[in-house]
């Protein structure tokens, strides 16, 4: 009966390596839609959005998917050693089960973790562009309604005055 935890911690070990790959590959899938996002965003290109919310929606589902899976295996290996449920982490686990894989599927989980923190910080990056679209596209919806004085507007070509109002969106600011 001694062998038989041992068979399913590595059985489980095994897994615990599966499920981390699989999440490493969803995010670099996410990098890449994050990616496209911002080209779309730089571009303005409204008509791409619809398609990259559908395959980060993807995305993102198959992480959800891949978080449970990983959920379920952690209680399971913490059980088997014991392991308080405030002590439940990826990291604690793998130390308390002094197995020879543990020390690679370590280095896979931290490998992970910092392709995490990249993903968030390129979101946030993409977060600070749409608000920047947001922001210019207001200020401009603002000057138009303000009026302006033909002295104090620019054509299209970068020309002052002596254009029409419906193709003005910049105000001169001195």
């Known amino acids: 009966m001694g062998r038989f935890p041992i068979v399913n911690v590595s059985i489980s070990l095994h897994q615990l390596s599966h499920i981390l790959a699989c999440e490493s590959v969803q995010c670099d899938l996410l990098t890449q839609n994050i990616i496209q996002e911002r080209d779309a ?6 008509s791409e959005f619809l398609a990259i919310s559908k395959s980060r929606s993807s995305i993102l589902e198959s992480l959800h998917h891949l978080k449970d899976e990983l959920d379920l295996l952690l209680n399971n290996l913490a059980s088997v050693h014991q392991i308080p449920q405030s002590n439940r982490t990826v990291t604690e686990i793998l130390h308390q089960t002094q197995d020879p894989q543990a020390g690679a599927i370590l280095r896979q989980y931290e490998k992970l973790a910092e392709k995490v923190r990249s993903v968030k910080q390129d979101i946030g990056v993409n977060q600070i562009l749409i608000n920047n ?14 009026g302006a004085t033909e002295e104090d507007l620019y054509s299209a070509s970068g020309a002052p005055g002596l254009v029409s109002r419906q193709a003005v969106l910049i105000k001169r600011k001195g």
């Open 41 to 46: 965003i730089k571009r303005m290109a409204l």
């Open 133 to 146: 679209v947001q922001s210019f596209l207001m200020r401009a919806a603002e000057a138009h309604r303000q």
